[in-house]
């Protein structure tokens, strides 16, 4: 007799954001009229660039000609595309990452879940509280959350490192060592949630405690564009040692906008062993087995993300959403929000209003102002209270969702 996996009984609701988007149709359908700006679901608005979309006609011209016709490419990409990250993303920033620790993919949020197929199920795995909903979620599906406690909103197999307003939603290495530290720590920064971000020396402290407890770090770099201080690294491996133990993610969808078309890059260094064992290894072995790779025209566009004329119109939408950011930031602090976040990323993090919870705010932005937002409690317990809304609305609907709020 067919059995399912018991795991995913045990996951409450639905995933945050088709909860959001229900509730945004569900309003819609209710109140055609209402002009509903959303402000929730991190999806962008800007078209692709121009060198992107000549570079999908000129893969589309190929694909259309016998002898450049291109079928199964090579799982871990092209080799065109992978060069090009080593050499800009990481040789420009002074480290040596090789295209062969590069594996692209279609998408973070997909290889953020996927890599927990490498990692044995009884691996203890330490989660920032707020948190981005698939590191958990991911988890729990493969039996390594425990059970979830709705009292709590904690699972009790998870170890959760918290973000307060204390420590500027910034969490710090946990006061666990030895057995009891950690095996696997999910560190997303720029935070998604929150906004915020990490200094070198706070991620040191986080390459020590896992190489000190034989931990592996998967970092989540999925907003790196959207750094401007110069003193904020984009990448872990910018601090040394992380190339033993850490494992970092990548995404095209919010830097050149390809939400629609679907490209990312994971970097697993083969300095990086557990057990003796090459993660590389491992990874290129799920990978050739369970991923056929990224379409070969999107490998071509997001290469030409790295040209000099790519570089700066991908920049440009960079800009433009973090212009919207700070629109957001500042209109919420004018109006007396307190706000994290909006300044080297796309995300504001506000607190509620008074006792509101998050989806009593959720409700008030949606019924009496049109707005939809994402709920903090979405996150984890720790976004109890608290709220995010993103840049990648259009720039009318920005300002007009800022005016609204202000004007109450």
């Known amino acids: 007799m067919a059995r399912i996996n018991d795991n995913f009984l045990k996951l409450p609701g639905s995933y945050l954001f088709s909860e959001v988007g229900k509730r945004r149709r569900a309003y819609i359908e209710a109140h055609p009229e209402a ?3 959303s402000l929730g679901i991190g999806d962008v608005t800007l078209p692709l660039t121009p060198t992107a979309v000549e570079a999908l006609k000129r893969g589309a011209d190929e694909m259309s000609r016998a002898e450049t016709f291109r079928g199964y490419g090579p799982e871990q990409g092209y080799a065109f595309l992978r060069e090009a990250i080593a050499a800009v993303d990481y040789a420009e920033r002074g480290i040596s990452i090789d295209p062969d620790e590069i594996f692209i993919s279609d998408g973070s949020k997909s290889d953020t879940g996927n890599i927990g197929d490498i990692f044995a199920a009884e ?4 989660v920032c509280d707020p948190v981005y909903p698939v590191y958990v979620d991911t988890n729990a599906m493969a039996g390594r959350a425990g059970s979830y406690d709705p009292a709590t909103g904690k699972w009790d197999n998870l170890i959760y490192v918290p973000g307060t307003a204390d420590n500027d939603f910034v969490p710090g290495v946990p006061d666990l060592r030895g057995k009891n530290a950690p095996d696997l720590i999910y560190l997303c920064f720029p935070n998604n949630p929150t ?7 706070q991620l040191k402290a986080w390459v020590d405690y896992a190489l ?5 770090i998967l970092f989540d770099g999925a907003y790196e564009a959207y750094i401007t201080d110069p003193e904020i690294p984009h990448s872990i491996y910018e601090i040394p040692g992380a190339d033993e133990c850490a494992i970092e993610f990548r995404s095209f969808s919010k830097n050149a906008g390809f939400t629609g078309l679907r490209c ?3 970097v697993i260094p083969k300095k990086l062993k557990v057990g003796g064992v090459s993660l590389n290894a491992l ?3 799920r990978h050739s087995t369970k991923f056929n790779g990224t379409p070969y025209i999107v490998q071509l566009a997001a290469a030409s993300v790295y040209t000099p004329e790519g570089r700066a119109q991908t920049q440009a939408l960079v800009d433009h959403y973090l212009v919207n950011a700070g629109i957001i930031r500042s209109g919420l602090a004018e109006a007396g929000y307190k706000v994290w976040g909006g300044v080297n990323s796309p995300y504001v993090w506000l607190k509620t209003p008074g006792n509101m919870s998050s989806w009593e705010f959720f409700d008030y932005l949606l019924n009496e102002l049109n707005i939809v937002g994402t709920p903090g409690s979405g996150f984890g317990p720790a976004g ?3 709220f995010r809304l993103t840049g990648f609305g259009s720039r009318e609907n920005t300002i007009k969702a800022v005016e609204r709020i202000k004007g109450r």
Not at 123 to 126: D, I, M, T
Not at 212 to 216: F, G, K, L, Q, R
């Open 212 to 216: 000190e407890n034989d931990a592996v």
């Open 195 to 201: 906004g915020t971000v990490a200094t070198k020396a």
């Open 35 to 37: 002009e509903v700006i």
């Open 123 to 126: 691996n203890k795995v330490a």
């Open 264 to 266: 990312s890059f994971t």
């Open 283 to 285: 990874w290129n072995r």
């Open 384 to 386: 109890a209270g608290y």
